[in-house]
């Protein structure tokens, strides 16, 4: 059974459209994530989401809207796309324990590519 | 904002044991240790953490120094499915996010 998945693996799309990346974990977790690894492999968090509610917000541009629909799905909708937004987007989920925030684990990427 | 330094590579030979070091100097005292390694095209994965003490689980040995600077990985017997770049990072329990450095590309060779 795959913890956390994320669909689809690869994305290809013109700039300008808007598209959506999905996420779901089956592990029970209450925390879910979306990081961005850009061309040069730096690996940065974009967002997070516990139990539902939006606790981290980095600097990316509004086109970029999380969804969540229940605490096991964490979409990722994006409007507008332009070229530097082509990079790979994971997933990742963690459980937290009173205010411990346990190993994070990750999906396996969707690669979004913008022509 | 890594507040980690680590090599940018390493080569291992198929067996040996690696070692992938790790300088903390700026660590709190309530931060952990944790590592986690990205085999090429896939999620990163997680591997340890410690606080103070010698940690050992499965996958791997995590050394700290007495006085908390530095760290060390230790895969006993790597193998080729070894090869990835390996992450340490420092963070209090509480912070939700992960900040990745540039990380160690550990090449474990034939």
């Known amino acids: 059974d795959t913890a956390v998945s994320q669909t689809p693996k690869y994305l290809v799309t013109q700039m300008g459209n808007d598209k959506s990346i999905k996420c779901e974990q089956n592990l029970g977790h209450d925390t879910m994530y979306w990081y961005k690894q850009d061309s040069k492999k730096f690996l940065k968090i974009m967002f997070s989401?516990?139990?539902?509610?939006?606790?981290i917000n980095e600097t990316v541009p509004n086109r970029f809207s999380p969804k969540s629909p229940d605490k096991a799905h964490l979409n990722l909708h994006i409007n507008s796309l332009e070229l530097g937004d082509s990079a790979v987007y994971f997933c990742a989920s963690s459980q937290e324990i009173g205010a411990a925030t346990y190993e994070q684990y990750f999906g396996p990427g969707t690669r979004l590519t913008v022509t | 904002d890594a507040k980690t330094t680590q090599p940018p590579s390493m080569d291992c030979a198929e067996g040996r044991a690696a070692n992938l070091p790790c300088n903390h100097s700026t660590i709190s005292g309530n931060e952990y240790v944790y590592w986690y390694r990205q085999i090429h095209s896939q999620g990163p994965q997680y591997i340890i953490h410690?606080?103070?003490n010698n940690e050992t689980n499965e996958m791997a040995s995590l050394i700290i120094t007495e006085d908390r600077k530095s760290s060390t990985l230790i895969l006993p017997h790597a193998t080729l499915r070894d090869t990835a770049v390996y992450y340490c990072i420092v963070r209090v329990r509480s912070a939700r996010q992960l900040t990745f450095g540039s990380g160690t590309q550990l090449t474990v060779l034939p």
């Open positions: 989401y516990n139990n539902k509610e939006l606790i």
């Open positions: 410690g606080l103070k």
